[in-house]
Nanobody, 127 residues
Framework: ERKLVESGGGSVQVGESLRLSCVLSGFRKDDYTVGWFRQASGKEREWVAYIKGDDDSTYMADSVKGRFSIASDNAMNTVYLQMNNLKPEDTAAYFC????????????????????WGQGTQVTVSA
């Protein structure tokens, strides 16, 4: 059974940091991309960062470049999102998603059935 479980969310002040973790099971590293996505209240889901299992390349959305980073253990059993210098606009539910390398991140945003998802973890940043 393929499963993703996120943890690490919480309520912080502007400028503080959080590290989110996503524990994956049932996935073969070389076949999947694992990404972090977020969805603010009343807004569409957007991608934040992703790491490709075949070559460990990483990609960050412009809105978080220089503040967030994504990393995983060697087997990609756990994928982390380190979030520094948090801003109120980072407030959202954060989801971990895994999808086949045949898809790109926009495919998965267009059709969430293309991916496997965790239950999400809330991040709230207060001024």
């Amino acid at each position: 059974e393929r499963k993703l479980v996120e943890s690490g969310g919480g309520s912080v002040q502007v400028g503080e940091s959080l590290r989110l973790s996503c524990v994956l099971s049932g996935f073969r590293k070389d076949d999947y991309t694992v990404g972090w996505f977020r969805q603010a209240s009343g807004k569409e889901r957007e991608w934040v960062a992703y790491i490709k299992g075949d070559d460990d390349s990483t990609y960050m959305a412009d809105s978080v470049k220089g503040r967030f980073s994504i990393a995983s253990d060697n087997a990609m059993n756990t994928v982390y999102l380190q979030m520094n210098n948090l801003k109120p606009e980072d407030t959202a539910a954060y989801f971990c998603g895994a999808y086949s390398l045949i898809w790109d991140v926009q495919d998965v945003l267009s059709n969430q059935n293309f991916g496997y998802w965790g239950q999400g973890t809330q991040v709230t940043v207060s001024a």
